[in-house]
């Protein structure tokens, strides 16, 4: 496979996820277009293993594999990697030398991958998080260590490095936090409880409350709670825009604005998460998009 193929496999793939993120790389440059497609793909793959109805132990040997094709492309593994994965999923050998080319062009640390794989390994384990510092682990890990891969595609300035690195951990959380809102009636139905059990009992509103969809006072109050927590992260992670370089901003907008307007939508909505899946419409997406463009244009 070689590069190009493997940059267009990678692209197909993020165009058929219908991801929020997809049209936020169309007002990229072409090559850190490509390169979000190549990463995008691989975390893609990953979270499929997870989403299988494979057994727990067939899924934890397919992330197992992620890893030896993630240290073959960061150079970790000498010799052997590539016939080993590629035996067992040919999308693996597909997709390496696009995501190898991808994490040497932008110098981005293996580890923020490995940390994604261990986000997606927590789904395997734990369906509960006790108290929110376990859940901002578990954030970190899946949403997090995206947005310090994002950031490295982005690209910042060197005396801004630490600063950055910060907003983009607490951008992660900010979405994260949105998708647990939105996603509270799937995730209970899998028998999964994002929403932390300490603030559960701070509100009195119970695991069965949740599982049958009650809506009441002490759902609303718990609701708003959690909403606001995410708005304090969404109000730091706009700290960012600024840091990033100018012709990347556009791009970081669009994933800001369509999150924080999921999450208005919600509260405007009086948390009918229950009902319905919140969405965007499409008419709002290519209106956020157009005005992408327009930023990008204005430089």
Known sequence: ???????????????QSGSNFSRAFLVLSKEQRLAFYAVYAFMRFCDDVSDSDESIENKRE??????????????????????????EDAITA????????????????????????????????????????????????????VGLVCLRIFGFGDEHKEQAEKLAEQCGVAFQLTN???????????????????????????EDNLKNGVVNENFLALMRFEAERARFYFGE??????????????????????????????????????????????????SILLKAVLMRLKG
Not at 122 to 133: C, K, N, P, S, V
Not at 191 to 196: E, V
């Open 62 to 87: 397919g992330l197992r594999r992620w890893r030896a094709l993630l240290e073959e492309a960061s150079g970790m593994m000498k010799g052997g990697a590539d016939e080993e994965v590629s035996r």
């Open 94 to 145: 597909i997709i390496l030398p696009a995501f190898r080319d991808t994490l040497q062009k932008y110098s981005i640390p293996a580890q923020y991958f490995h940390w994604i794989i261990d986000g997606t390994e927590m789904d395997l384990g734990a369906d509960r998080y006790e108290t929110f510092e376990d859940l901002y682990k578990y954030c970190f890990r899946v949403a997090s260590a």
């Open 237 to 286: 992670a706009r700290k960012l825009l600024p840091l990033v370089t100018p012709e990347s901003r556009p791009s970081l907008w669009i994933m800001m604005e369509v999150y924080n307007r999921l999450l208005e939508r919600i509260v405007e909505g009086g948390f009918d998460v229950f009902k319905k899946r919140i969405r965007l419409s499409r008419k709002e997406k290519i």
């Open 180 to 206: 647990i809102l939105r996603d509270v009636r799937e995730d209970a139905e899998r028998g999964r409880i994002y929403i932390p059990l300490e603030d559960l009992r701070r509100f009195k509103y119970t």
């Open 1 to 15: 496979m070689d590069l190009a193929a493997s940059y267009k496999f990678a692209a197909d793939a993020v165009k």
